[in-house]
């Protein structure tokens, strides 16, 4: 049997979705994401009275441009990847680019399918994506060399909950890296990190200026201590 073609899977997301593309220059490599042209038009008053979901996840964020372009630096070499709330897959699209062996996961079904898709089209290769919700972390996730996640930290509940998943997924001398533009929860989220023995510090600061949004983009990286 063949897996899926990445013809064939953007096909069945443009059957469903109205699809625009965003071109992603990754250091030399530009990437181009498949994501939903307005994510206004996905809001479910159903799924917002359930828990206030909104779909985040269709825009292509600042914070997953500047989380992409520092992974695609780094030496994947086989190693193991977690994405937490990977979007259209930007970041996923980067990871394994750099030889990462990438799961990646999200709150949404549809934006595992748009980064299932968007890996395949960039990159040839098929990865493993996730339904994950953080308030109901799986027992079975297992434990990863690498942890990412971009812009994750819009509500101040998403503090504790997001230490929680790192905590619960990063090997004892695993990484984690976190792209924030200054949300909300950010300050809380390093403290709940601290409390986990997880020692976090800003390495790096990312302008970004689009022309329409001007943000500077925190790259946090997570260790945990001996």
């Avoid at 394994?96 to 990438?102: K, M, N, Q």
């Avoid at 890996?119 to 109901?136: H, K, P």
């Avoid at 027992?139 to 994750?152: E, K, M, N, P, W």
Wanted: proline content about 4%; aromatic content about 10%.
């Amino acid at each position: 049997m063949t897996g899926p073609t990445a013809a064939g899977a953007m096909e069945a997301l443009r059957s469903r979705f109205d699809v625009i593309e965003s071109t992603v220059q990754l250091g030399t490599r530009s990437v181009v994401i498949a994501h939903p042209r307005n994510s206004d038009v996905l809001i479910s008053e159903a799924d917002y009275v359930k828990d206030e979901r909104l779909p985040y996840w269709a825009d292509v964020w600042p914070s997953s441009h500047a989380l992409a372009r520092h992974v695609i630096t780094l030496p994947g070499e086989g190693s193991s990847l977690l994405e937490l709330g990977c979007g259209a897959g930007l970041s996923s699209v980067a990871a394994t680019l750099a030889g990462f062996r990438v799961v990646a996961t999200d709150y949404y079904p549809d934006a595992l399918e748009f980064t299932a898709a968007n890996v395949l089209a960039n990159t040839g290769r098929e990865i493993e994506v996730r339904e994950v919700d953080w308030r109901y972390f799986p027992h079975d996730l297992g434990r990863f060399d690498y942890v990412i996640a971009s812009d994750v930290l819009y509500e101040k509940d998403h503090a504790e909950l997001v230490a929680r998943a790192f905590d619960r997924t990063l090997f004892g001398r695993g990484r984690g890296v976190l792209a924030d533009p200054g949300r909300i929860a950010a300050p809380e989220f390093v403290e709940a990190c601290r409390e986990r023995r997880m020692d976090v510090s800003v390495m790096e600061r990312f302008p970004y200026d689009d022309g329409v949004r001007q943000q500077t983009i925190d790259l946090y990286q997570l260790v945990r201590l001996r």
